[in-house]
């Protein structure tokens, strides 16, 4: 695996190392040995997938509340997403910068999200799938979330969301709501 550290610290995205012939390809997807040496978390004890019926579904920006930060790998198997993630870190030098990036079915790369980030994401195919693997079990309760227009982030999504939920459209603004 290649991982390349995002503009913002602490944050990777991860490519495959392709052993390629006549069949096809093989390569890891995850290693606890790579990621021990990259200083990331060698668990992550839950997966989860959403499935996302629509191009411009726009889910996030979602974030877990301390004591109960989530390091997330995410990884989209079928169809294709603009992914972001939001530094949410009090003194961190990036703190309420963004990073996005394209992760396919085909580009196979994988974003890690460290705790202390707002990660959300937006459809650009129909029937897209996102696995996540993630370093906590989930607590209901402790999930929070920044507005994905919060024009205090200014983030330049590819495509205009056609579909959001009620809950997103309605998260608070930058100010309102972040104590990661």
Known sequence: MIFT???LHG??????????DERGFFAR?????????????????QSSV???LRRGTLRGLHYQAPPHGE?????????????????LRGGS????????TELTADNRR???????FAHGFITLRDDTEILYMISVPYLPGAERGVRWNDPALAIKWPIEPVVISARDAALP????????
């Open 110 to 116: 994988a974003l890690f999200i460290p705790k202390g």
């Open 93 to 100: 030098p990036t703190q309420h910068c963004w990073f996005g």
């Open 71 to 87: 390091d997330k790998l995410v990884r989209c198997t079928a169809g294709a997403i603009f992914d972001v993630i939001v530094d």
């Open 173 to 180: 603004l930058l100010g309102a709501s972040t104590a990661a």
């Open 11 to 20: 944050a990777f995205t991860i490519e495959l190392v392709r052993a390629q």
């Open 5 to 7: 550290e995002s503009t």
């Open 50 to 52: 959403s499935c996302n």
């Open 29 to 45: 997807s995850f290693s606890a040995e790579e990621f021990a040496a990259h200083g990331l978390p060698a668990e992550m004890p």
